[in-house]
């Protein structure tokens, strides 16, 4: 059974800084690695999609690089802003399965001005 | 507005009441997703269609639980006799499935906030 874990829990940092978020998952024969941003009280919003063939992934200020050897995956955020703070989720396609994503608890980041 | 809507955003309900909430989808995808999210956890999922059929359900949706997805767009989760621990953020997905691609991206509606009291 895939398990995955986000670490840290919260972050908070002043704006302009660069950051990175981990995420690590049990089961290394995943499809692919998604990461998503959630406003508290909202939904979901796709950032990323890492397939299982490639390292990387990237969409202006955001960069998310996957290991799958050593069963990680993390999403560096560039010049942070205060609209970057929300929750941080990464999921993984796995388990022989090709559309239920497993999910970690997220990190609640705080960008202060 | 072209992306997944979910109706009711909130609904509050006393314990033993039937709930129903609806999803659409964008409109050309063939996958609908559920999900339920605690507070503090991250979404975990309970059933998954393709077009209408339901392909798969997870062990965390019990007998109370039911979904359809007639005609393979719309769907509707129903809950009968929810009980305090029903309370969660209901979560609906959409993907298009492409042969070229061993998975698709999800796209996630605003979801269905449901109080039980």
């Known amino acids: 059974k895939q398990e995955v874990t986000q670490i840290p829990a919260a972050l908070s940092v002043p704006e302009g800084e660069n950051l990175v978020l981990n995420c690590s998952f049990t089961?290394?024969?995943?499809?692919?690695l998604q990461w998503f941003r959630q406003d508290p009280g909202k939904g979901l919003t796709s950032l990323l999609l890492?397939?299982?063939?490639?390292r990387e992934q990237t969409s202006g200020r955001l960069n998310a690089s996957l290991d799958k050897s050593s069963g990680r995956s993390t999403l560096y955020i560039a010049a942070s802003q205060p609209g970057d703070s929300a929750t941080y989720l990464c999921?993984?396609?796995?388990?022989?399965?090709?559309?239920?994503?497993?999910f970690g608890k997220g990190t609640l980041l705080t960008v202060n001005p | 507005d072209t992306g997944v809507s979910q109706n009711p955003r909130h609904k509050i309900t006393k314990r033993g009441q039937n709930v129903t909430f609806r999803c659409d989808p964008i409109s050309e995808h063939n996958r609908l997703y559920w999900y339920r999210q605690t507070l503090g956890q991250g979404p975990e999922f309970l059933t998954y269609?393709?077009?209408?059929?339901?392909?798969?359900k997870s062990r965390l949706l019990s007998d109370r639980f039911s979904a359809e997805r007639p005609k393979g767009s719309f769907s509707t989760l129903e809950i009968q006799r929810t009980e305090q621990g029903d309370s969660a953020m209901y979560l609906c997905?959409?993907?298009?499935?492409?042969?070229?691609?061993?998975?698709?991206?999800?796209?996630f509606g605003p979801g269905t906030r449901l109080t039980v009291l």
């Open positions: 890492i397939q299982s063939s490639q």
């Open positions: 999921a993984a396609y796995s388990g022989g399965s090709n559309y239920k994503l497993t």
């Open positions: 269609f393709q077009n209408e059929a339901q392909l798969e």
């Open positions: 089961d290394s024969a995943i499809y692919n």
């Open positions: 997905a959409s993907s298009l499935a492409a042969a070229a691609l061993r998975t698709d991206t999800q796209y």
